[in-house]
């Protein structure tokens, strides 16, 4: 069964960002970034196609988060996502609802088979906190 914050979450609407506050590693102050993410029956994922941006580090770090999607506003804690399965399960959930840049994401994930280029993308699941 799906949580209270995922059902009010999929309520929000499927949109095509969301705003992600964030806590700096060192720091601890708040910023705040847009970004994709994905929802399907079983939770929330944020994605990025480079683990070298601030938000991705900062939430490795303290993996408290707090994301706005339209007028709802939802806490959570983040987890890396590294099992295979798992990363595959977000990839085609990212090709899904971003269907548009499929092609480059294809070729990226071929380069990288072949050796030709690293893997630098990160996938996290939220937990959110339920009310």
Known sequence: MASKSLERLR??????TLSLTHYGRKSGRPYEVTIWY????????LVSANAARSWVRNVKVRPAISIR????????????ITDKQERDKVNDLTM???????????MGQFLMSMGMM?????????????E
């Open 11 to 16: 309520s929000a609407g499927d949109r095509q």
């Open 38 to 45: 994905l929802v399907d029956k079983d939770g929330l994922y």
């Open 69 to 80: 999607v339209g007028n709802e506003v939802f806490n959570g804690n983040v987890r890396s």
């Open 118 to 130: 690293r893997d630098n993308t990160a996938a996290f699941e939220v937990i959110l906190a339920d």
């Open 96 to 106: 899904r609802k971003y269907w548009y840049v499929a092609p480059m994401l294809r």
